[in-house]
């Protein structure tokens, strides 16, 4: 007999575009994507708790075995579909919006890949280019003065995406832990790109110093360093 489990409607989340923003003026505006992101994420857990009741309604009207369905009824998580498989659950407890520095991770990609990644919540755009199968995000963040375009392609090319430049690290996605996050060295984090969606809490155009020309002294660009 077949099943006829309820239908499951996600709450979306509209991530906050940042660009234009440098600086201490775009910590704090992550800081509050942050707070915004955090409001929402109750909204998330009270859709999934009454999807859940209604389908142990459903188990129990048709005699059906109650499915376990794990981090889906305790937790927030990114899943569309319960009855997919394994949830992916929000690491709440990682967001404290009260640290200096929001607890975010980031993705940089050229303009075209992270506005797909925006527009359709999901890191399918994102090609084996940039780490086969996976999407890697660091704690680099768009913010800090040390950063450079050649620092973040250098995350790419120490995990073997040799073609990876830096002038394709053009825009950011600012994201949150999850439970399928596996960890690499160097504060770098990796996520299956056919996961399904994901929420992208902000994203920016990153505004790097113009390239200086070609000279024999040392340059304070950014781009060389």
């Not at 409607?9 to 575009?17: D, G, I």
């Not at 009260?98 to 797909?116: E, K, R």
């Not at 925006?118 to 890191?123: I, P």
């Not at 160097?186 to 200086?212: C, L, S, Y």
Request: charged share 30%; net charge neutral.
């Amino acid at each position: 007999m077949a099943e006829h489990y309820p239908a499951y409607e996600r709450p979306q989340f509209e991530s906050v575009c940042l660009t234009g923003k440098t600086g201490d003026e775009l910590r704090r505006a992550l800081k509050n994507a942050l707070k915004k992101y955090r409001k929402h994420l109750p909204k998330v857990l009270k859709e999934q708790r009454k999807w859940v009741a209604a389908a142990r309604a459903y188990e129990q009207a048709a005699g059906i075995h109650p499915r376990n369905f794990g981090a889906f009824e305790t937790e927030p998580c990114m899943t569309e579909y319960p009855l997919g498989g394994a949830n992916e659950a929000i690491d709440v407890d990682d967001l404290s919006v009260d640290a200096s520095d929001p607890p975010l991770w980031y993705v940089y990609l050229p303009t075209n890949i992270a506005l797909s990644c925006v527009a359709n919540s999901s890191f399918e755009a994102v090609s084996r280019r940039y780490f086969p199968g996976r999407v890697i995000t660091m704690k680099c963040r768009p913010y800090d003065a040390y950063i450079t375009p050649r620092s973040i392609s250098g995350k790419y090319q120490g995990r073997w995406c040799n073609l990876v430049e830096r002038e394709e690290m053009q825009y950011f996605l600012a994201i949150v832990r999850t439970d399928r996050f596996s960890d690499e060295e160097n504060e770098v984090r990796t996520r299956d790109t056919k996961e399904g969606r994901f929420d992208i809490v902000a994203h920016g155009q990153m505004i790097w110093p113009p390239r200086m020309p070609v000279t024999d002294w040392p340059s304070a660009s950014g781009w060389d360093d």
